[in-house]
C-alpha cells in the first residue's frame, strides 16, 4: 500500500505547498530528532511557536501538538522560532529560522504582494510561482546548519490543559470558560459582548 510520506501529509494538511511550510517541516524534524522521540502520542510534547504562519502547520502534523490538545502554545512575538519540548522533563529545543533563508529576494516580496492583492500579470504570477517552488525545494534539500539555528534548553513548561467553569454571559446568553469572562457593570459578559457595549 501506498504510505504518504511525511512532507505529504504536511501539504496534505495544510492545502498547499510553499517556504513556510518546509521551514516549519526543517524544524520539526530536527527537533523530534533532537529530543528522540517520533510523535506526541508516546511522548507529551509541547510547541510554543512564535509565529502564526505557514510553518505551524507542520509542527503540528509531525509533532502531534494541537490547541486543542492544549500542548500547541502560540506566542505573538512574529518570530520563526519553535520551542518544542517534553513534558515529562523539560528537555527542550528551541529552533530558530536562520536569516539568509528568508530575506534572499527583493522581488519576491514585491511579487507576493501583487499576487495576493490580485494585481498580478500573468507573467508577474508564473514568477512567483517558479521562485515560491524553488525556495521550498531548496529549504527542503538544504544542510540543517544553513537554515535552522538549534539551542538544547530546558522549559519550564505549562501544565496539562485546564478545565475551567463555564459561566453564563449575561448579555448574549452563551457560555464562556469562567478565566475569559469580563465584569461589567456588576454583571458577568462575555469578551465580544464586552466590546460591543463600550
Ligand atoms: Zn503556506
Ligand atoms: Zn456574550
Not at 528522540?36 to 509533532?63: H, K, M, P, W, Y
Not at 522533563?89 to 495576493?116: C, F, P, Q, T, W
Not at 500573468?122 to 524553488?134: A, P, V
Request: a positive charge; aromatic letters at 6%.
Amino acid at each position: 500500500m501506498y504510505q504518504l510520506s511525511d512532507w505529504d501529509k504536511v501539504v496534505e494538511f495544510h492545502g498547499h505547498i510553499c517556504p513556510g511550510l518546509a521551514v516549519g517541516y526543517r524544524a520539526a524534524l530536527a527537533a523530534l530528532r533532537e529530543l528522540q522521540v517520533s510523535r506526541s502520542e508516546d511522548e507529551q510534547l509541547v510547541a510554543i511557536v512564535e509565529n502564526d504562519a505557514c510553518g505551524v502547520d507542520a509542527i503540528q502534523v509531525l509533532t502531534g501538538c494541537s490547541f486543542g490538545k492544549g500542548n500547541l502554545i502560540f506566542r505573538d512575538y512574529g518570530k520563526h522560532v519553535f520551542t518544542i519540548g517534553r513534558r515529562s522533563d523539560g528537555k527542550a529545543v528551541r529552533i530558530s529560522i536562520k536569516k539568509k533563508n528568508r530575506v534572499e529576494n527583493k522581488n519576491y516580496y514585491v511579487l507576493i504582494k501583487s499576487v495576493l492583492n490580485g494585481n498580478a500579470t500573468e507573467e508577474d504570477k508564473k514568477t512567483f510561482k517558479k521562485i515560491h517552488k524553488e525556495k521550498t525545494e531548496r529549504i527542503l534539500n538544504a544542510p540543517e546548519e544553513e537554515i535552522l539555528e538549534i539551542t538544547h534548553v530546558t522549559l519550564d513548561l505549562p501544565r496539562k490543559a485546564q478545565i475551567f467553569q463555564s459561566v453564563e454571559c449575561a448579555i448574549c446568553g452563551e457560555t464562556v470558560m469562567e478565566p475569559r469572562a469580563r465584569i461589567q457593570n456588576g454583571k458577568i459578559i462575555c469578551i465580544p459582548c464586552s466590546s460591543l457595549s463600550t
